[in-house]
């Protein structure tokens, strides 16, 4: 595989640092936190203007036809500054499910709205028996007269309290936990019977708990084939896995970088402590530690085009195993060298650590995709 990047790609990294280094600093990372939604509408308008939000999708509908690679890169820019804004939920998670499973008119009536900045969507999939298990769901969704009736609990819906636009996951069929009956519903948040909590992560983003009571919904809300929308879930959730890779890698790469200044610039016995070989050793570990997840987020970007399915689930599980080992080990030696001051909240390291602990668990901890690979036989 070819890991090196080509001049389009070069100058779209270039451009969204020098936007992200200017917009997004950590005190105004902080303010941010507190703006309506938990996010900088002025910089989504931002990341709208420079073509971001259409980045994925296809020339066709309005976007600009970027590859994995394209959304790696926007990612891993990401990470680096802990950027707050829904990008992954919105363009990576829900675009790729309208890429799927949408039709020419649905795909018209919403990816323009997302690419001009002025629609942000969630994905409700998760309840609370659910775990990791995307075809556990007990929300339903009955015939009523043309068009349905929706409800149940979705449980951390990640920027759902601020969406303009959800997609759920719902049961038409079958029982629970069958791969056969599982479809997908476009459903308005200001809907009689629609109820969201929302509340901040650990990490300081946003998510809500959603509850849907007897939602009528019409017949064009369906999204995607009815009771067959089960794959389609499963090969959105690869590829937001491994646009969430790319995002650690930015996020491991700052956090090492913080670390490594912090050595150089903390006095302890009148020299810097970064003179201490042993205190060495542990920056070049988690250098290598870096290095390694970032292989890995490229081997999963690559593996988002794989037709195979397992083939293609087997390689990202691969890679989150990874990531996730990688995030542990260099968030908790960043958060050791730093001392105790490393989890204060005036201190970076400790935000990082907190955004990649949150990563580890999103989409499927380490046991999951483990499970996941040794299941599929390996790597082929």
């Not at 649905?106 to 999939?125: C, K, M, N, Y």
Request: glycine share 10%; hydrophobic share 45%; with cysteine.
């Amino acid at each position: 595989m070819d890991f090196d990047l080509t001049d389009e790609q070069r100058m779209l990294q270039d451009s969204l640092q020098r936007l992200l280094a200017e917009r997004c600093s950590f005190e105004q990372r902080l303010a941010s936190r507190d703006e309506p939604g938990g996010y900088s509408r002025a910089l989504w308008s931002r990341h709208a203007e420079m073509g971001l939000l259409g980045l994925p999708f296809a020339e066709g509908d309005g976007g600009l036809g970027g590859g994995p690679v394209e959304t790696l890169i926007v990612m891993q820019a990401l990470g680096r500054v802990l950027a707050l804004e829904p990008y992954l939920p919105t363009v990576v998670l829900c675009g790729a499910l309208l890429r799927e499973a949408g039709s020419p008119a649905q795909r018209d009536a919403q990816v323009g709205a997302i690419v001009a900045g002025e629609r942000t969507l969630a994905f409700a999939s998760a309840e609370s028996q659910s775990r990791d298990d995307l075809a556990d769901v007990t929300t339903r969704a009955e015939r009523d007269g043309e068009g349905w009736r929706l409800s149940g609990t979705k449980r951390f819906v990640l920027a759902g309290d601020s969406a303009d636009l959800l997609i759920v996951s719902a049961r038409t069929h079958g029982e629970v936990r069958d791969r056969d009956g599982v479809s997908l519903f476009l459903v308005d948040p200001g809907a009689a019977g629609v109820t969201r909590r929302g509340y901040r992560t650990q990490d300081h983003q946003r998510a809500a708990d959603i509850r849907f009571d007897a939602v009528r919904l019409d017949a064009d809300a369906s999204l995607g084939p009815e009771g067959a929308a089960l794959p389609l879930i499963e090969r959105a959730v690869d590829t937001a896995t491994a646009a969430l890779c790319a995002e650690a890698v930015g996020a491991m790469e700052r956090l090492h970088e913080i670390t490594v200044e912090y050595l150089t610039m903390r006095k302890q016995f009148g020299v810097a402590i970064g003179s201490f070989q042993a205190l060495q050793h542990r920056a070049v570990d988690m250098l290598v530690a870096v290095e390694q997840a970032r292989s890995m987020a490229f081997y999963a970007a690559m593996m988002c085009s794989e037709p195979d399915a397992a083939e293609r689930g087997r390689a990202i599980s691969a890679a989150k195993v990874q990531i996730n080992k990688s995030a542990r080990f260099v968030g908790q030696e960043a958060i050791q060298l730093h001392g105790g001051i490393g989890m204060t909240e005036e201190c970076q390291a400790g935000h990082y650590f907190r955004r990649l602990s949150v990563i580890e668990m999103l989409f499927g901890d380490t046991a999951h995709h483990l499970r996941r690979v040794a299941a599929g036989g390996g790597l082929s």
